[in-house]
């Protein structure tokens, strides 16, 4: 991310945020000449104490220079989580520009993850390096989701198959908010490669081909590591409640394990097992 995308960023995000705070939850009166949603420039500067100029110029992307306190300030202003505090700190200093370069390209996965994979058997997962690029599947997953094996390599990105596979839409129930999970976990990824181009190319192509894409990139959403329950209508077992859980991995490559756990007290990993059998058998 060159310094001019890197500002402009920044100005979505602060936007976004500013947009989404309801002032009556900071004990202002909503008002009826509010033009538009959220908090006005010059309160989210007075709960930060900075000046309304200083905090315009950092909303509209100028060149200047802001420390780690200040910073601290308007992540309290603006209500930001740990994980969009992040977010925000990696923007808006520079010198993370100098750290977070992307790291070598590796798409074996190791034995052990593999057998995880395996041992995962009715837990539907997948995994996925920083770029968001499928390099990792159980059959549980092939079976509630799709046959990753019959796409070509360089079209395994989770988050274009989220937005173009019809089998992803007509899947979740939400679909929606089960784009927002994963568009979420990429921005992290976007706000900490700030030396990688590539995600601008991803994001610029994804905008212009899909106005979904773009209407929930512009909310901003951050998160590590989402969790929350996905309910699922599947072809041939009906509905399906998952857990699902985020889990970074340690070590050189930067990927991440997407487990989908059947909720308990529910027949979802039943039905999982039926189908799972089922295609089993007509395989054979």
């Known amino acids: ?112 993850l593999k057998r995880i994979l395996a041992e995962l058997k009715y837990c539907p997962t997948i995994i996925t390096d920083r770029h968001c690029h499928i390099v990792g599947w159980n059959q549980a997953a092939a079976h509630v989701f799709l046959d990753f094996e019959q796409i070509p390599n360089e079209e395994r990105n989770l988050i274009r198959l989220v937005f173009t596979r019809k089998e992803f839409k007509a899947l979740a129930v939400n679909w929606e908010h089960f784009a927002k999970g994963f568009l979420a976990i990429f921005r992290t990824y976007y706000g900490h490669y700030l030396g990688d181009e590539w995600y601008n190319q991803f994001i610029h192509e994804m905008s212009h081909s899909h106005s979904e894409f773009q209407a929930l990139w512009q909310e901003s959403q951050v998160s590590k590591a989402p969790e929350m329950i996905i309910e699922f209508r599947h072809a041939k077992a009906g509905k399906m409640l998952f857990n699902l859980t985020s889990l970074q991995v340690q070590g050189d490559q930067d990927l991440r394990c997407s487990i989908y756990t059947p909720v308990e007290e529910t027949d979802t990993e039943k039905k999982l097992k039926r189908v799972m059998k089922r295609i089993s058998v007509e395989e054979d």
């Open 1 to 112: 991310m060159n310094d001019k995308s890197r500002r402009e960023a920044l100005s979505v995000f602060l936007k976004a945020k500013r947009a989404q705070i309801k002032p009556e939850s900071i004990g202002l009166p909503a008002g009826t000449r509010r033009r538009t949603p959220g908090l006005r420039r010059e309160e989210v500067a007075q709960l930060a104490g900075v000046s309304t100029t200083w905090y315009t110029w950092l909303e509209q992307g100028r060149d200047i220079k802001v420390s780690s306190i200040v910073l601290e300030c308007i992540s309290t202003a603006l209500q930001l989580n740990k994980d969009e505090a992040d977010y925000l700190y990696n923007l808006a200093l520079e010198s993370k520009l100098e750290v977070t370069h992307p790291k070598k390209e590796q798409s074996d996965l190791s034995p052990s």
